[in-house]
């Protein structure tokens, strides 16, 4: 099952030299001693999703659970202040390989409550909004109450289409957070300049239509109008057959698939459904024979962790603008 239907379902590594602990809200936590000067540029305030915190210093024992708050971590070369770190995708990015093996895994997917404090975080980032899960005691609320500031990635508080100013505020807030802005424009700038590359090359080509098939089989989990994987097919020179989908991914009906005609299939990579499993369950509905798509074996991969808001877009966008228009790579 879709982890989004669950949820509704290489920088310098450089430690920060001022070691003091975060704290959000009235808490008196983390501030600095009496007399004792300021870490640059803190105090600082972010609304994120809702809720406003304010960090009288960087935070020191970061956990982050799914993958893609794990790497812009990573990427701003944040390692030494990650106290944990949960639920993976697929493998992290070569670059960060290093860096992520010397930080302690809590759990395979997400981690209780009891073993989530154990770690004895400040700070919390979640990837999806199912990290935050009231049911399982690892609610934004409750752990302001513990004293614990927490983030949720704004993919999933944005009303609207999510895109690369998302990403710029994402990576940027993150950065400011941790009192490094700096590194926060460097990798803002290194994105936006590997997709204006690919924008670039595709822009006067032919933009086939592209249904993401991420998972389903009494229906089709696809990528809707308002998540970054609609930005992906977009910036790489596709169109997306469910743009007009408002939410990041949504149910839709295999009728409405073969109404629409794609040319071309996204399958998402990820989980224990093989992507060749995901191309067969297509090819073997004779409901879906005549779909351009699939009459024509047209199928692009992507790895799920390439399609959500986090370091990962330049390479999605990178991919799938080769796959769409190999001839303009």
Not at 279 to 306: G, I, T, Y
């Amino acid at each position: 099952m879709s982890r989004f239907r669950a949820a509704l379902r290489p920088l310098s590594a450089l430690a920060l030299l001022i070691p003091l602990t975060a704290c959000g809200g009235p808490s008196e936590a983390g501030r600095p001693a009496s007399g004792a000067k300021a870490a640059p540029g803190f105090p600082y305030t972010v609304t994120n999703c809702g809720v406003s915190s304010t960090y009288q210093a960087p935070p020191e024992r970061a956990v982050t659970m799914n993958q893609h708050a794990t790497e812009i971590m990573l990427a701003l070369g944040l390692q030494d202040r990650m106290a944990g770190t949960a639920y993976l995708d697929d493998s992290v990015l070569p670059a960060y390989r290093s860096a992520y093996d010397g930080i302690r895994v809590l759990a395979k997917e997400y981690p209780s409550k009891e073993v989530l404090l154990g770690a004895n975080p400040d700070f919390v980032y979640g990837g999806y909004a199912s990290a935050f899960d009231k049911g399982q005691g690892r609610d934004r609320e409750g752990l302001a109450s513990a004293g614990i500031n927490s983030r949720l990635s704004v993919e999933y508080c944005t009303r609207g289409p999510v895109g690369l100013a998302q990403l710029r505020t994402e990576i940027t807030e993150v950065a400011r957070t941790f009192g490094v802005p700096e590194r926060g424009a460097a990798l803002v700038e290194d994105e936006q300049r590997r997709i204006d590359a690919v924008t670039a090359r595709v822009k006067d080509r032919a933009r086939p239509s592209v249904f993401v098939y991420d998972s389903g089989e009494a229906s089709a989990f696809t990528s809707g109008g308002d998540g970054i994987g609609n930005e992906i097919v977009s910036l790489a020179g596709g169109t997306n057959v469910f743009a007009d989908l408002k939410d990041t991914f949504g149910d839709v009906s295999w009728e409405k698939v073969i109404e629409r005609k794609p040319e071309v299939v996204l399958v998402y990579d990820y989980g224990g459904t093989t992507v060749e499993a995901k191309k067969q369950r297509l090819l073997n509905d004779p409901a879906l024979a005549e779909v351009p798509a699939v009459k024509n074996r047209r199928f692009v991969v992507l790895p799920l962790s390439s399609a959500v808001l986090g370091v990962r877009v330049a390479d999605a966008v990178e991919s799938l603008g080769r796959q769409l228009h190999p001839d303009a790579a």
